[in-house]
């Protein structure tokens, strides 16, 4: 079964683009998670949803950043405009309710120059 | 407030030493999960292990081991012989329940991370 898939894995952008990340969770999970890393605060949640349905976005930065799930078999986060201090791997992972394990995927590398 | 504090920012070794790396946690539940994450240089994060607060018994998985003391609230993490393909950053993690046991699934916590270098 496939994991996690995450698109796209790397991208440069220069400040002010739009840019669109993109998750396709593991089929028959309910829960989604969003998070960024970065050096100086590590891994910190962005937003999860449940059954599609966003729980818990307190830690969307600002107004700039949006995530959606329109389905249960896919998500996005956007960031518009971008800023520099948007870089970061963005990790998106799934699970399943009673589980409490989240399974990762391989994270979307940003760079905003 | 929860919180995960992971103290050795970077633990050095060479092979075959046997290396633990701490972890303590804060929470005010009493249902909740611990994790441990590798992180190798390719950047995927790694499952290594869960636990569940009612569960204190300690776990070995081949050259892993895992000591959850609630008493002190740690969950600290031992390789045994280490290699030089363990060198990663580990976090540990923690995620409550809403709701107890078998309730919604929260998101993670995830202290700092300790990077564990090898060398042969």
């Known amino acids: 079964d496939a994991g996690v898939i995450q698109s796209p894995r790397h991208e440069v952008t220069e400040m002010g683009q739009e840019v669109t990340l993109r998750c396709k969770p593991i089929s028959g999970h309910d829960y989604l998670f969003w998070y960024r890393q970065t050096m100086m605060r590590g891994l910190e949640l962005l937003i999860y949803?449940?059954?599609?349905?966003?729980?818990?976005d307190s830690g969307m930065p600002e107004d700039r950043f949006s995530a959606k799930m329109p389905n249960a078999s896919f998500s996005t986060l956007k960031i518009q405009p971008s800023e520099p201090r948007d870089s970061a791997v963005y990790f998106c992972?799934?699970?399943?309710?009673?589980?409490?394990?989240?399974?990762f995927g391989p994270g979307t590398r940003l760079t905003v120059t | 407030a929860q919180k995960v504090t992971q103290a050795q920012t970077e633990i050095s070794v060479v092979e075959k030493e046997d290396v633990t790396l701490d972890c303590v946690y804060e929470t005010r539940d009493t249902t909740y999960y611990l994790f441990w994450y590798k992180q190798p240089p390719s950047g995927e994060l790694v499952f290594l292990i869960r636990r569940n607060s009612f569960d204190e018994q300690n776990e070995i998985s081949g050259r892993y081991s895992w000591n959850f003391q609630k008493s002190t609230s740690s969950f600290n993490f031992t390789i045994t012989a280490s290699q030089v393909v363990d060198s990663a950053v580990y976090f540990c993690?923690?995620?409550?329940?809403?709701?107890?046991?078998?309730?919604?699934?929260?998101?993670?916590?995830f202290g700092k991370g300790t990077k564990l270098s090898v060398k042969p």
């Open positions: 949803f449940n059954n599609n349905v966003p729980i818990d």
């Open positions: 992972a799934s699970g399943i309710q009673g589980d409490y394990e989240q399974y």
């Open positions: 993690a923690l995620s409550e329940s809403r709701g107890g046991y078998g309730g919604s699934q929260g998101n993670l916590i």
